[in-house]
């Protein structure tokens, strides 16, 4: 009798994937796609160059080693209500969503609950895949964010013969709203406004009543609020959560070992009010080694788990920073007095004791609870001035012996990083000096001083000895993991290198070490910037999660956060990993904390992108109402990004963020060359590159959106005229639309 052929397994579609990655509720990476659909052997090639493909073609994203549906949505996330259905069922859509990559945000059902959220209402939301044909996604509705049903904030604007009306701020509100005579207020043209909708049907626009005058727009101290609204980021503290803190009591001194005679002392901005973390180092005369103590504040012991305080900073996640103000994770009584390390004053601490070779490598650590006071309140600079011979008062008396033995140990230290060569990208950061009207005074690049570096190196190592702590004695914990740059990203950055007469080496495991030899090739010469650029385009996302991948820019096997739970939630449960797993007491990890480990890494990263777009957005309308004045003024800047329409230009002096539209680079007909971040003109060869020095003229600065438009006063690289065949293809060829379709 024959043998009954083998039938092997139907190679899947994209569509199989992605109704196979929705349907999961567990974590779906290759392999367990390869798993479900039963591919072996040389399918699982067909398999990886399936999925390659779709993460190219924009269907699928990649976080960790987690395969993700571009048009899908986080697993916890905020959303605001759009409105309710033919069946009375709200509906919502994310706050956070890149419709250039995936299109039109989805329609999510809220689930009933207690209260029925209404139309405009933030709110923060699991999210599952709903089975309900209508929508693709439903939520359960975890905490209201902001009630927004029925407000709208905007600027104020009279307008001769058609009355008042007021401009959103959200670029997604479809219309103005009138204000009718009396329903003023009293607000004069251009304030910023918090209003109330009162007729939003029939015909005309929806009208609108004044509730709040916020101030001139023109007062910069204002424009933060746009951010805040925008983005949803609860900014008043609840008043159970205030009750809360107003109620605690001074910590426990019990089972606390007494570090006071220490010379723990902290070094921080000048203008910083919370103080979390102190430094102090002995050297071994004998090894040529150092000892290192890194105190952090003990959050632990005022934020209990389960308290009001505990879900509030949860919901927040981190603080966020703008120029003008911080809208802090923990209220000031925690975050700028309970906890902060002031200088002379008792404070709770969890300490980190490491000791280091001469070559700096780390041989141990150990961790206690401890009291500490702190011997003195440094800033960067000041320290800084008093290793560079410049001392006053303060630092005369610290100098010999706190801060020599830092500094010392800090050389040590760098042997260490120097030999494990994270990635080194030199890429100087902005900021804004205003004045005491909260006026735009200049915007500088600050030095990057050995302070800084210092500080920075002492702190990792300090996060590291918390990550190896934990994953050895297998307590829980949010590792905070960096991924490798994807093949994609490299093979595209390889291609642009060519274009400028550079290689990179493909085929093998990526290291920092690689792109730090690319970095140091380029040191020096015209498109060093450009280089810097498009390297920090092709490195992934830093995220938490409760799965260690390693954290590959900084080089380092395991990573978590521990020296700062006054502003980030992830540092808050490593402290509670480490009062469980070390024994220190009773305020440890909770079993709800555990549970909900991978929702909470989910939060507070979307909370950790969501503050980090408020916070340049916020920049970005400073500096636009700053420049609003000089339209037609000239400036000197960089092309810091290229698309089909146009150049995004970065001003010298302000590090300004503005857009020169294609169409106004002049009649010739420019192509957009993807590999060599260019526009080319067809004719004249003329090359705008990303990276380019040029000259533009502001031709508009709009404060409420941030925009800036400009144009190009100065002469293009020299270039050769493209083949015809290449302008012609550019021509014919559709561009993409969402999900990788031609339309």
């Known amino acids: 009798m024959a043998k009954r052929p083998i039938q092997k397994p139907a190679l899947p579609t994209e569509a199989d994937v992605l109704a196979f990655i929705q349907s999961s509720a567990a974590i779906v990476g290759k392999r367990e796609i390869a798993r479900h659909f039963g591919l072996k052997g040389g399918d699982k090639i ?9 993460e190219d073609g924009g269907l699928l994203a990649k976080r960790q080693r987690k395969l993700i549906d571009r048009s899908s949505l986080p697993p916890v996330t905020v959303l605001e209500i759009i409105g309710t259905d033919k069946d009375g069922e709200a509906y919502a859509e994310p706050v956070e969503w890149d419709e250039r990559q995936a299109g039109k945000p989805p329609h999510v059902v809220i689930e009933g609950g207690d209260a029925t959220p209404r139309k405009g209402d933030r709110v923060l939301a699991k999210i599952q895949p709903s089975k309900d044909g209508r929508y693709k996604f439903r939520a359960r509705v975890i905490k209201a964010i902001s009630d927004r049903s029925n407000k709208v904030l905007g600027v104020f604007r009279v307008f001769p013969g058609a009355g008042a009306r007021i401009i959103p701020v959200d670029k997604k ?6 204000v009718q005579k ?9 304030e910023l406004v918090e209003a109330e909708i009162t007729r939003d049907r029939g015909r005309g626009l929806p009208s609108a009543r004044v509730r709040e005058r916020l101030g001139d727009l023109a007062d910069q101290r204002n424009i933060s609020l746009i951010a805040i609204h925008h983005h949803g980021i609860p900014n008043q503290m609840p008043d159970k959560v205030l009750r809360e803190s107003e109620a605690l009591k001074p910590f426990q001194r019990e089972g606390r070992v007494d570090l006071r005679h220490v010379p723990l002392i902290t070094i921080d901005p000048k203008d910083a009010r919370d103080h979390d973390d102190a430094v102090w180092s002995e050297l071994d005369e004998a090894t040529g080694g150092c000892t290192i103590i890194v105190a952090i504040a003990d959050v632990a012991a005022y934020v209990r788990p389960g308290t009001a305080l505990d879900r509030e900073a949860r919901i927040r996640g981190n603080s966020v920073y703008f120029p003008d103000r911080v809208v802090p994770m923990l209220p000031e009584r925690i975050s700028n007095d309970l906890c902060s390390l002031r200088e002379r004053e008792d404070r709770p601490a969890l300490a980190c004791h490491m000791s280091f070779d001469k070559s700096g490598r780390k041989t141990r650590h150990r961790f206690e609870r401890i009291i500490m006071r702190s011997a003195a309140k440094l800033s960067y600079e000041e320290a800084q001035a008093a290793i560079d011979g410049r001392t006053n008062d303060k630092t ?3 100098l010999d012996p706190v801060l020599k033995p830092l500094w010392a140990a800090y050389a ?8 494990r060569a994270p990635l080194e990208l030199d890429l100087p950061e902005r900021k804004l000096i205003l004045d005491a009207h909260g006026l735009i005074e200049r915007v500088v690049t600050p030095d990057r001083l050995d302070a800084h570096k210092l500080v920075e190196e002492f702190m990792i190592q300090a996060n590291v000895a918390a990550a190896e702590e934990l994953e050895n004695r297998k307590i829980p914990l949010l590792f905070r993991i960096h991924e490798q740059p994807s093949e994609e990203k490299v093979r595209a950055l390889a291609e642009f290198l060519r274009t400028v007469d550079l290689s990179l080496p493909l085929g093998q495991v990526m290291k920092p070490s ?13 498109y060093q910037h450009l280089v810097n650029e498009v390297v920090l385009r092709t490195q992934a996302q830093a995220i938490y999660s409760p799965q260690n991948e390693g954290h590959f820019g900084l080089a380092l096997k395991r990573y978590a956060h521990f020296t700062s739970p006054i502003r980030r939630y992830a540092d808050l449960i490593v402290h509670r990993a480490l009062v469980t797993a070390l024994g220190f007491g009773e305020d440890g990890l909770s079993t709800d904390d555990i549970a909900k480990l991978n929702d909470t890494a989910e939060m507070i990263s979307d909370a950790e992108r969501r503050a980090m777009a408020a916070e340049r957005e916020t920049v970005d309308r400073l500096i636009a109402a700053h420049l609003s004045k000089q339209t037609g003024a000239i400036f000197r800047g960089r092309i810091g990004g290229v698309v089909s329409a146009g150049l995004f230009v970065k001003l010298d002096e302000s590090g300004a963020d503005g857009f020169v539209p294609v169409s106004t680079l002049g009649r010739d007909y420019f192509v957009y060359d993807k590999t060599r971040h260019a526009l080319i003109g067809e004719r004249s060869g003329d090359i705008y590159q990303l990276g380019d020095r040029l000259e533009v003229k502001l031709v508009e600065a709009t404060p409420v959106s941030g925009g800036m438009r400009f144009e190009v006063v100065s002469e293009a690289r020299e270039g050769k005229p493209l083949p015809r065949r290449a302008v012609r293809l550019s021509k014919q060829t559709p561009r993409k639309g969402p999900k990788g379709r031609r339309r």
Not at 46 to 54: D, E, I, N, P, T
Not at 182 to 190: F, M, R, S, T, V
Not at 412 to 419: C, M, V
Not at 514 to 526: C, K, M, Y
Request: positive net charge; glycine residues 10%.
């Open 514 to 526: 690689h792109f730090n030899r690319l970095l140091e090739q380029v040191q020096g010469q015209d």
């Open 173 to 178: 509100a479809r219309h103005e709203l009138q």
């Open 46 to 54: 067909h398999l990886k160059a399936l999925l390659r493909r779709m």
């Open 396 to 398: 005369s008396t610290l």
């Open 412 to 419: 040590i230290l760098k042997k260490g990083r120097d030999a």
């Open 182 to 190: 009396g329903d003023e207020n009293g607000a004069l043209n251009g």
